[in-house]
């Protein structure tokens, strides 16, 4: 019983000052040039994805729009707007 209390606490020990050298490496110049950087976001999505957590697609670089900027507003759908009772109008 006393070497696993032992073990647990040199285990939290360990993660604890872990923690907190990695809280303040990561806001060094060291981090940002690092492959470690790399290394641990490959561990998180790794780690994540045993949760089955995914990583949403990155921002898109080019962004194309369906109307060019100098042409008029496409004309209206035409007919009338259903009123607000629609939903509970009966036939």
């Known amino acids: 019983m006393i070497p696993v209390l032992i073990a647990v606490a040199l285990i939290s020990l360990a993660a604890v000052l872990a923690f907190r050298w990695f809280e303040r490496y990561r806001y060094t110049d060291a981090w940002r040039t690092s492959e470690f950087r790399g290394w641990a976001f490959g561990f998180l999505m790794w780690f994540g994805g045993l949760f089955g957590h995914r990583v949403p697609p ?34």
């Open 58 to 91: 990155p921002p898109q670089a080019k962004v194309e729009f369906a109307a060019k900027p100098n042409e008029p507003d496409p004309p209206d759908s035409g007919g009338t707007a259903f009123s607000n009772q629609a939903a509970d109008d009966e036939d």
